[in-house]
């Protein structure tokens, strides 16, 4: 047990990183669990996709409104205060919405305000947390962090946490909403624990526009061709992801024939691939470098989307769900990581959020289009648009991905 403590919170990552990490893996358990149970709260509301859809448009909704103000505002404000006002929040919000569905007043327009205002909190939290782990681990560490926080953190949300949430629907609707609300409060309360104070912005920067911090952010990205690259590419990984999987809970269901505990068994398939992902990246990316992953993540993707259009097998979608997750953690270090070491601290809340805009806002795009494309043609017609999008983007991204940098330079070279 103390080795696995040990190799999981190494010394060298510091002691706020000993709360952060059980902080982040905490509330993905949570939010685990209402990734099988929400969409299942969703579908025994309504059978309709473009509904279903709706919900997973509505969630990312807020990053469409609110991300380059809320990249700005925690450029300004603590960090660590951020995270936790907004871990509170969300927790109150979901317990609220969980005893109404206990006692039996669930309607969809709740449903959807709920999943709207957790968005809007979410573009305050992930961009504070992002920030706050650059100023709490030394820079040479933080592709170890980031691996640690993309294994555990996958690990809870996807392969532990859709079960429980599928069990835990079955026992009562809203039992799986007051879990997350749990599991958001003790994050809260950890993540109140951790010293790391963000940089104080000086006068001149307190007294500038908030939209003038905006335009700041987005030119330093569009002028750096490693972040600008990135940012087109996940823009385009997730408008074509969500399109396939907002209705995910229905193509399982009706084209796999999946019952309600199997679709959260499903949810986790890429979870077992994700703990390799962890492994892989510190195996690989020495011997093979972040430019060959990164195209190698490409075709993955774009394979990915292929398989889940034609085929109707359980067995066959549990295996290409559980490569997509080894690649999905591989992906996701080396381009947090390129990220945070290319930005200056000062635009670092900023600059995840343009970012989490280009990402995020991707994927509310996605879902709204998946769900008319599954309403309107079928269950599989969404993932056929993901593939034919993500060929494109495929030989689109095959050059400009050289300009990503995963290591810190040193006076030595």
């Known amino acids: 047990m103390r080795a696995l403590r040990t190799f999981l919170l190494p010394a060298e990552l510091g002691q706020d990183f000993r709360r952060i990490w059980p902080a982040s893996a905490i509330s993905n358990l949570g939010d685990g669990a209402m990734l099988a149970a929400g969409p299942l709260l969703v579908a025994s509301i309504t059978d309709e996709p473009l509904a279903v859809g709706i919900a997973a448009f509505v969630q990312q909704l807020p990053w469409l409104l609110f991300a380059l103000l809320s990249g700005a505002l925690v450029d300004r404000l603590d960090r660590r205060l951020v995270v936790v006002a907004a871990d509170t929040f969300r927790a109150v919000v979901l317990a609220a919405l969980g005893i109404a569905v206990l006692v039996g007043v669930s309607p969809l327009w709740a449903v959807y305000l709920t999943l709207f205002l957790l968005g809007t909190a979410e573009t305050l939290a992930d961009s504070a947390s992002g920030a706050l782990l650059v100023n709490a681990v030394p820079k040479e560490q933080l592709s170890k962090a980031n691996a640690r926080l993309y294994a555990t953190g996958t690990a809870a949300n996807q392969l532990v946490g859709p079960p429980i949430g599928a069990l835990l629907f079955a026992v009562g609707t809203g039992v799986p909403l007051v879990m997350d609300a749990v599991t958001f409060a003790a994050a809260a309360v950890l993540m109140s ?58 193509f399982a269901k009706q084209r796999l024939g999946l019952s309600e505990t199997q679709f959260g068994l499903l949810i986790s398939a890429s979870a077992i691939g994700a703990i390799a992902g962890m492994p892989v990246y510190h ?15 490409l075709l993955v993707e774009t394979a990915v989307h292929l398989i889940l259009a034609v085929t109707r097998s359980p067995v066959v979608v549990v295996v290409t769900m559980t490569v997509f997750g080894v690649h999905a953690v591989v992906w996701g270090i080396v381009s947090t990581t390129a990220r945070q070491l290319a930005t200056p601290d000062a635009l670092m809340g900023r600059v995840n959020n343009v970012y989490a805009l280009a990402s995020i806002g991707g994927a509310a795009v996605g879902a709204l289009l998946g769900g008319a494309l599954a309403q309107r043609f079928g269950l599989t017609t969404p993932f056929v648009f993901a593939f034919v999008g993500m060929a494109i983007m495929t030989v689109v991204a095959w050059r400009p991905v050289r300009y990503v940098v995963v290591r810190v330079r040193t006076a030595q070279g």
């Open 193 to 250: 624990k951790v010293s790391t104070r963000s940089p104080t912005a000086d006068e001149s920067t307190a007294r500038t526009a908030l939209w003038a911090d905006v335009r700041e952010a987005v030119r330093w990205l569009w002028n750096h061709a490693g972040v600008r690259t990135l940012a087109w590419t996940i823009l385009v990984m997730n408008v074509t992801f969500m399109a396939g999987f907002a209705t995910w809970v229905l």
């Open 283 to 297: 195996l690989l990316e020495p011997r093979v470098g972040s430019l060959t992953l990164l195209r190698a993540g």
